[in-house]
Structures are given as C-alpha cells and as structure tokens.
C-alpha cells in the first residue's frame, strides 16, 4: 500500500513538473525575457551580498534554469522508474538500477525535444538544439545522481547481507 502511494505520488510530481517546465516554453519572447531578467537581477543581488561582483549574465541564468529545470525532471523519471520497476520487488538492484538510468534519460531527452518544439508555437521564441543539449546534459545529471546513490545503497546492503552470513 505504501508502495502505491509514493508511486502515485512520484508520478503525480512528475506530471506537474513537466507541466511547469512545458508552461514555461509557452510563455512569449517577452514574457520569458522580463522572467529571466528578475531571475538575474535576484541573482546578482545575492552575489553582491556574499561580497562578489553581480554580473552574471542573462544567458547563463537562462543555460541555468535550463539545466536545473531538467536535472529535477531527470531525478523525478528516475524515482518514477524505480518505482515502477520494483514495485513487486522487495528490494532494489544493480539491474532495475541501470534500466531506470536509460528510462529516464531516454523519457528526458523526448521531453526536451518536445520542450524546444512548444517553443515554435510561442511568440518570438524558436527551437534550439543548444537548449535541446543543456537539457539532456540536465536530465542525464540528475538521473545519475539518482542512481549513483540508488548503486552505493545496493553497495551497502549487499555488504551488510554478507556479513550477517559470515556471522551465522
């Protein structure tokens, strides 16, 4: 039962995240660029506060929100895949892993195809293959972060399992 609802919930997320990344690509050239200038300026604050010089330009906050925007959708399609993959499992493993890392890259990087071609159907906005790479370079970080972990845990409980055996 508790599988179900984090599964649920995972997947309800991740709906909402794409929702918010698709919602994004919708907005206008002129939207877009007075929500990446608020973005900069609040960055460029923040640095000016920890004593640097704030003059981070708009097309690395623009590379940025990119890149985060899809590392947090590749970290969700990873959970998502986990999830579903081992969801009659008991435990994880090596392979539900890997198989998890290539879902979510690949449903990632079809996200970003189609993140950058909503884009044509905005005002003043185009498709650029630039961000199509940002994203899948996003998406590709987070799911790996995910299963890097997902691998050390197995690590470990493999490790645990063969000492009790050693104990027994």
């Known amino acids: 039962m508790v599988k179900r609802v984090i599964t649920v919930l995972v997947l309800l997320l991740t709906v909402l995240w794409l929702g918010f990344i698709f919602?994004?690509?919708l907005r206008d050239a002129e939207a877009s660029r007075a929500q990446s200038e608020q973005v900069q300026q609040v960055v460029n604050e923040v640095?000016?506060?920890?004593?640097?010089?704030?003059?981070?330009?708009?097309?690395?906050?623009?590379?940025?929100a990119h890149f985060v925007e899809f590392f947090i959708l590749g970290v969700l399609l990873t959970a998502d895949a986990l999830?579903?993959?081992?969801?009659?499992?008991?435990?994880?493993?090596?392979?539900?892993?890997?198989?998890?890392?290539?879902?979510a890259v690949l449903l990632g990087i079809l996200s970003a195809v189609a993140d950058e071609l909503i884009q044509?159907?905005?005002?003043g906005r185009a498709c650029d293959w630039r961000d199509m790479l940002t994203d899948a370079l996003g998406t590709v970080?987070?799911?790996?972060?995910?299963?890097?972990?997902?691998?050390?845990?197995?690590?470990?409980m493999r490790g645990r399992r063969a000492s009790h055996r050693e104990e027994a």
Request: hydrophobic letters at 45%; proline letters at 3%.
């Open 23 to 25: 919602s994004n690509s």
């Open 47 to 64: 640095i000016e506060t920890l004593g640097g010089e704030g003059d981070v330009p708009q097309k690395t906050v623009r590379n940025s």
């Open 83 to 103: 999830c579903l993959l081992s969801f009659k499992r008991p435990m994880l493993s090596f392979c539900v892993a890997w198989l998890s890392l290539g879902m």
């Open 141 to 156: 970080s987070g799911a790996s972060a995910v299963v890097a972990v997902v691998l050390v845990c197995c690590l470990v």
């Open 120 to 123: 044509l159907t905005s005002a």
